[in-house]
């Protein structure tokens, strides 16, 4: 079979459920699934390029960015922000569009209110 021939499908990665579907942290314990469901999430907000990432897109006008408008607050190339970002996506806290050959990045605003819900909940 030819190296043509052989067709491979894309990894598809499904974005980790939103976090509302756990009380908050204060009202009752987590159980082991519901942590292992959060924990992939609070781990790449946790990095501080990642975090920086996402306010900057949240902030931006029509609360989107293209890679290209965000590769100057950061002392990084093009290939790593890309990276930051894509973990920011897999994990379901931004969503992506393709326009010719630029993706935006837009914040998933129910991704970060059900964050807030889970350890906002100590008030």
């Known amino acids: ?11 598809e990665l499904t974005p980790v459920e939103t976090v509302a579907c756990c ?11 519901q942590a292992e469901r959060i924990a992939p999430l609070l781990k790449a907000i946790a990095d501080p390029v990642r975090l920086r ?11 989107e960015a293209c890679v290209c408008e965000l590769q100057d607050a950061f002392e990084l190339s093009q290939p790593t922000i890309s ?6 996506h897999d994990v379901g806290l931004l969503d992506r569009s393709k326009r010719a050959t630029w993706v935006y990045y837009s914040v998933r605003s129910e991704a970060l209110a059900d964050v807030a819900d889970l350890i906002g909940g100590a008030r």
């Open 1 to 11: 079979m030819s190296k043509s021939a052989l067709k491979i499908a894309p990894l």
């Open 23 to 33: 009380p908050p942290l204060t009202s009752s314990p987590l159980t082991s699934e």
């Open 53 to 63: 990432l996402l306010s900057l897109v949240a902030a931006h006008e029509g609360k």
């Open 83 to 88: 990276h930051h970002l894509k973990v920011l």
